[in-house]
């Protein structure tokens, strides 16, 4: 049995809760760490994971932190060949959208998020928040694109770890008080995505 150090409303703790429920792994321990519970800048915390943010994944000796890279982890040791696939163009494409979600999609939305949901201040400058509308406009944009030529999910026909990653972030864009673009391709993964069970209980059933 694995442990996940992470709140179950933290957008990358639910992205791994998500993957578990698919693949059908959910006799895991989870704790309760990060903001409003347990913090992860206490000793015993930050043995695990110097960053000080969850979730972090302890399988037996083995320490994971970063989401996605449990994400692959999860999937390769526990999952069917479909959710993580070997094949090296089918990978690359899942690789490709897990290090776009970290690297781009997430910057607009973040902001969006803790401005206007967690209502930190240091996220309520409304220009501030009027550029990362348009961050978060243009990766969903991207995405909406992706989805009207890709099929069912991003990879294709099955479903991946890079719709476990960016699903998040999707429900995300539909949750938050903002003004969304039309992006027809992109509303219908998300009425796709929100037909699965375990999307349901972890993205949808959690909040914003
Ligand atoms: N790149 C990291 C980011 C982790 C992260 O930013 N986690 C947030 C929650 S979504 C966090 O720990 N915030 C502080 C807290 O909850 O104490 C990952 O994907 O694991």
């Given at each position: 049995?694995?442990?996940?150090?992470?709140?179950?409303?933290s957008?990358?703790?639910?992205?791994?809760?998500?993957?578990?429920?698919?693949?059908?792994?959910?006799?895991?321990e989870?704790?309760?760490y990060?903001?409003?519970?347990?913090?992860?800048?206490?000793?015993?915390?930050?043995?695990?994971?110097?960053?000080?943010?969850?979730?972090?994944?302890?399988?037996?000796d083995?320490?994971?932190?970063e989401?996605?890279?449990?994400?692959?982890?999860?999937?390769?040791?526990?999952?069917?060949?479909e959710?993580?696939?070997?094949?090296?163009?089918?990978?690359?494409?899942?690789?490709?959208w897990?290090?776009?979600?970290?690297?781009?999609?997430?910057?607009?939305?973040?902001?969006?998020?803790?401005?206007l949901?967690?209502k930190?201040?240091?996220?309520?400058?409304?220009k501030?928040?009027?550029g990362?509308h348009?961050?978060?406009?243009?990766?969903?944009?991207?995405?909406?694109?992706?989805?009207?030529?890709?099929g069912?999910?991003?990879?294709?026909?099955?479903?991946?770890?890079?719709?476990?990653?960016?699903?998040?972030?999707?429900?995300?864009?539909?949750?938050?008080?903002?003004?969304?673009?039309?992006?027809?391709?992109?509303?219908?993964?998300?009425?796709?995505?929100?037909?699965?069970?375990?999307?349901?209980?972890w993205?949808?059933e959690?909040?914003?």
């Amino acid at each position: 049995m694995f442990t996940i150090y992470g709140r179950a409303n933290s957008s990358n703790v639910r992205k791994v809760l998500w993957l578990c429920e698919e693949i059908g792994q959910t006799e895991y321990e989870r704790l309760d760490y990060g903001r409003g519970y347990k913090p992860c800048s206490s000793p015993e915390y930050m043995a695990l994971n110097p960053n000080m943010v969850v979730p972090t994944l302890v399988d037996g000796d083995t320490v994971i932190w970063e989401s996605n890279t449990q994400l692959r982890y999860l999937a390769a040791k526990y999952g069917p060949e479909e959710i993580y696939p070997t094949e090296l163009v089918v990978r690359a494409c899942v690789e490709q959208w897990l290090d776009w979600q970290l690297t781009t999609a997430i910057a607009g939305i973040r902001h969006l998020f803790q401005g206007l949901h967690v209502k930190d201040e240091a996220f309520t400058d409304p220009k501030a928040l009027e550029g990362a509308h348009k961050q978060a406009t243009n990766s969903m944009g991207i995405l909406d694109a992706h989805m009207a030529q890709s099929g069912t999910y991003i990879a294709g026909e099955n479903l991946t770890i890079a719709d476990c990653c960016l699903g998040m972030y999707v429900h995300r864009w539909y949750a938050l008080p903002i003004e969304r673009a039309e992006y027809p391709a992109l509303a219908a993964y998300y009425h796709r995505l929100s037909e699965r069970e375990a999307f349901q209980k972890w993205i949808l059933e959690q909040g914003v």
